[in-house]
């Protein structure tokens, strides 16, 4: 894909996700590899709703910033992923709010923080881990999902919110998508008694 593209494409995702709701203010980051092996980034404080393809932030595999605006404070931890999962060529990291409200409880697995009981998550996107709480921007989110990432395709920040990896810069969004529905879904079935996938019916959608 030309770089013209990459970067209209990441113009296009941030905008659909503003007007969709799943981003607000200036919360979130996008970023995705180009053919030449350099990163394409969100500028830091930049609102997903109005991107501009010539300002996005280029920045080496060693998180060097080579054009553009100042890029994401999240740009380690996206680099933490794509080092460690060679799958990984796009992250979207939302504060999109059933997520980041489920980000916020109490007593979550933090092996997998959302069970399932529907095919599609486990399809798409499989257990989902919870990384503990670090003020945004610290060293440690990097860290932390540097050992988490070979694993798994979505992460909880806890107190902060979700960040989805896919091949792609759509495959990411779709993930994050189907996880933020998920989310939702997991605050209108409230305290109702789940019925959830059995050990048997999720190795089946797995194989
Ligand atoms: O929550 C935060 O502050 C960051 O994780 C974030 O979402 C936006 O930071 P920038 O990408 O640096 O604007
Ligand atoms: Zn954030």
New binding site residues.
């Given amino acids: 894909m030309s770089e013209q593209k990459a970067r209209e494409d990441m113009v296009r995702l941030g905008a659909s996700f503003f007007q969709r709701g799943y981003a607000t203010g ?4 996008l970023s995705m590899l180009l053919d030449d092996g350099t990163l394409l980034a ?5 609102c997903l709703g109005e991107l501009e393809a010539e300002r996005l932030a280029k920045v080496n595999l060693k998180g060097e910033w080579i054009s553009g605006d100042k890029p ?3 740009v380690s931890f996206h680099l933490a992923l794509y080092h460690n999962n060679p799958q990984c060529r796009a992250v979207v ?1 939302l ?1 999109c709010a059933w997520l980041t409200a489920l980000s916020c409880l109490e007593g979550l697995d933090t092996r997998n923080a959302i069970k399932p009981f529907t095919p599609y998550v486990v399809m798409r996107v499989g257990e989902v881990p919870v990384v503990p709480y670090y003020r ?2 610290d060293k440690r989110l990097g860290e932390d999902l540097a050992k988490l990432a070979p694993r798994y395709n979505a992460f909880l920040l806890a107190n ?2 979700p960040v989805v990896v896919g091949k792609d810069l759509r495959a990411a969004a779709d993930n994050m998508e189907e996880l933020e529905e998920t989310a939702r879904l997991m605050f209108i079935l409230g305290d109702r008694k789940i019925r959830y996938l059995t050990a048997e019916e999720i190795a089946e959608l797995r194989s």
């Fill in positions: 200036s919360a979130g980051n969100t500028p830091t404080g930049s994401s404070k999240e990291h504060h945004p921007g902060h919110g």
